[in-house]
C-alpha cells in the first residue's frame, strides 16, 4: 500500500515536498559523489591523539567534528528566520566577542593559568553573547529594522570588540582541560563538540515540544499583524529568536576557543555566518519567514560541512570555497522561491490531469 501511494503522482508530488527531502538528496549525491571518486573517503581509523588518548579520525569524523559548530548556530538562526523573515550575519565577529570574553575571564593578563573556573567564564560569555543578540533584536523587533542591515553593526564592529576586551593581545590557555571542550574527552574517540551539538539539539527539541515557542515564531513569521490579533507578541518573539541565537553563539566561541586554547580575532569563525544562513536554506526553511524545521537545519549543516570537506579534499582554495557555496546558495534561493513552487506546482497538476485523461 504504501509503495502504491509513493509510486502514484501525489505520492511522488508529497516526497517532494517534504521538508528533508533536499538535505537528504544533497547528502545522497555528495556520499555517491566522493564513493566514486575515492572510497577511502569513507574510511574511519582509530589512533591516538598528542596526549596519548585514543581518537577516531577520518573525513567523516572531521565532518561531525567541525559541523557541529554550524548546527548549534543553525539552531538559533532557523528560529530568526522563521520569525524575522531575515538573517543575522554577525554571527561570526559575536563568536570572537564570546571567545574573547571567555579568555578575558579564565587567564586575563596571566601567564596561561586559570584564574576563574570554565564554566564561570563559559556563564559570562552566555550573558554577553545574549546582550549582543538583544541589541540585534531591539533594533529589528521595536524599531523594524531589516534583520540583515540591523545586523550589519555587529558584524563590522564585532572582531574590534573583541581585540579591545582583551587590549588586543592574544591569551593562551595552558590548561589541559579547556581542550576538552573543541577536542576529545580522554577516553572517548568520539570529538566533543559532536556531543555538544546534539545536547543543543535535545535541549531546543525539548523547548519546543514543551512550549509554544515553536507555533509561536511560525504564526509570527507568516503574519505578525494577524498573530498580535491573536494574543501573540510579535516584537517580543523577535527578540526571543535573537536571544537565544545569542546563546547558541556563546557556545560556538566555547568551541573555537578550547580548539586552539587561544584567539586570532581576524580568522576565528570567519564566514560561518555563510554556513549558518546556508544550512538553514538547504534545511528547506523559507528565508522569508514562517514554517521551519530545526531537524531539517542541523542536517543542512552537516551537508554543508560534508561539501566543505569534499571541496578541501579536492584541494579547492580556501579563499575560493565561499564562491563555491554561494552558487548552492542561488540554486537553493531560486528553488524556494514562490514563483519556481507555483511552476513546478502547475506542471504537476498537469501531470496528474493527462495521467487521469489517459
Known amino acids: 500500500m504504501a509503495e502504491k501511494k509513493l509510486n502514484s503522482p501525489g505520492g511522488i508530488s508529497r516526497l517532494f515536498r517534504m521538508q528533508m527531502f533536499i538535505p537528504i538528496v544533497a547528502l545522497i549525491i555528495l556520499a555517491v559523489f566522493n564513493l566514486i571518486l575515492d572510497p577511502g573517503f569513507f574510511s574511519i581509523t582509530m589512533g591516538t591523539n598528542s596526549a596519548g588518548d585514543p581518537v577516531l579520525s577520518g573525513y567523516l569524523i572531521t565532518i561531525l567534528d567541525n559541523g557541529s559548530e554550524v548546527a548549534i548556530l543553525a539552531i538559533g538562526m532557523t528560529l530568526v528566520t522563521a520569525a524575522c523573515?531575515?538573517?543575522d550575519i554577525s554571527v561570526g565577529a559575536t563568536t570572537a566577542i564570546a571567545g574573547s570574553v571567555i579568555l578575558r575571564i579564565l587567564v586575563g593578563g596571566g601567564d596561561g593559568?586559570?584564574?576563574a573556573p570554565i564554566i564561570v567564564a563559559f556563564l559570562v560569555a552566555c550573558i554577553v553573547s545574549m546582550l549582543f543578540g538583544a541589541f540585534n533584536g531591539v533594533l529589528v523587533s521595536i524599531f523594524n529594522i531589516?534583520?540583515?542591515?540591523?545586523?550589519?553593526?555587529?558584524?563590522?564592529?564585532?572582531?574590534?570588540?573583541?581585540a579591545w576586551i582583551n587590549n588586543n593581545e592574544l591569551p593562551i590557555v595552558t590548561d589541559p582541560s579547556y581542550t576538552y571542550f573543541g577536542g576529545f574527552i580522554p577516553g572517548i574517540p568520539i570529538p566533543t563538540p559532536f556531543f555538544i551539538a546534539a545536547i543543543c539539539v535535545i535541549v531546543i527539541m525539548l523547548v519546543l515540544k514543551f512550549t509554544n515557542l515553536g507555533l509561536y515564531t511560525q504564526a509570527v513569521g507568516i503574519n505578525a499583524s494577524s498573530s498580535r490579533l491573536n494574543g501573540i507578541n510579535p516584537t517580543f518573539i523577535k527578540f526571543l529568536s535573537f536571544v537565544i541565537l545569542g546563546l547558541c553563539v556563546a557556545v560556538v566561541g566555547l568551541i573555537k576557543t578550547s580548539r586552539i586554547s587561544t584567539i586570532n580575532y581576524s580568522v576565528i569563525a570567519k564566514d560561518i555566518e555563510m554556513d549558518a544562513i546556508l544550512a538553514v536554506a538547504l534545511?528547506?526553511?523559507?528565508l522569508s519567514g514562517g514554517k521551519f524545521n530545526i531537524m531539517s537545519s542541523v542536517l543542512g549543516a552537516y551537508v554543508i560541512q560534508f561539501l566543505t570537506t569534499t571541496l578541501y579534499k579536492l584541494q579547492v582554495s580556501s579563499d575560493a570555497l565561499p564562491a563555491y557555496k554561494a552558487v548552492v546558495v542561488i540554486v537553493?534561493?531560486?528553488?524556494s522561491a514562490p514563483a519556481v513552487k507555483a511552476k513546478f506546482a502547475?506542471?504537476?497538476k498537469?501531470?496528474?490531469?493527462?495521467?487521469?485523461?489517459?
Open 85 to 87: 523573515g531575515g538573517q
Open 332 to 335: 537553493l534561493v531560486v528553488i
Open 346 to 348: 502547475s506542471i504537476g
Open 113 to 115: 593559568e586559570l584564574q
Open 283 to 286: 534545511g528547506g526553511n523559507a
Open 146 to 162: 531589516q534583520p540583515m542591515v540591523a545586523t550589519l553593526i555587529l558584524y563590522t564592529a564585532g572582531r574590534s570588540i573583541a
Open 350 to 358: 498537469k501531470m496528474r490531469a493527462r495521467k487521469e485523461a489517459a
